[in-house]
Nanobody, 120 residues
Framework: QVRLVESGGGLVQPGGSLRLSCAASGSIFSINYMGWYRQAPKKERDLVAA???????NYADSVKGRFTISRDNAKNTVYLQMNSLKPEDTALYLC??????????????WGMGTQVTVSA
């Protein structure tokens, strides 16, 4: 069993910054892919940023130049540094990870999410 726990969300003014964290724990041999998604009310869940175990990153066009994803493999943790936040960034931010278990199986997991609200 694996658990993903997000933290770092909150209320911030436009132009402000937040840093999200997602820590994975449980039966983990290694983590291949880690990513951040977001879902606003009545909208679909969209990819924000992703990072592979080798450090290759991918960003949604709407956040390029403002958000930075990183990971600490030793801590099984992924981060999302969000700068120059805009009201349209308001959403529930969810962590996703593709985890390789000690028995060699691979499963995909989601966290419960952390709310980010950008408002004056």
């Amino acid at each position: 069993q694996v658990r993903l726990v997000e933290s770092g969300g909150g209320l911030v003014q436009p132009g402000g910054s937040l840093r999200l964290s997602c820590a994975a724990s449980g039966s983990i041999f290694s983590i291949n892919y880690m990513g951040w998604y977001r879902q606003a009310p009545k909208k679909e869940r969209d990819l924000v940023a992703a990072i592979t175990s080798g450090g290759t990153t991918n960003y949604a066009d709407s956040v390029k130049g403002r958000f930075t994803i990183s990971r600490d493999n030793a801590k099984n943790t992924v981060y999302l540094q969000m700068n120059s936040l805009k009201p349209e960034d308001t959403a529930l931010y969810l962590c996703n990870a593709a985890i390789i278990h000690t028995d060699g199986t691979v499963n995909n997991y989601w966290g419960m999410g952390t709310q980010v609200t950008v408002s004056a």
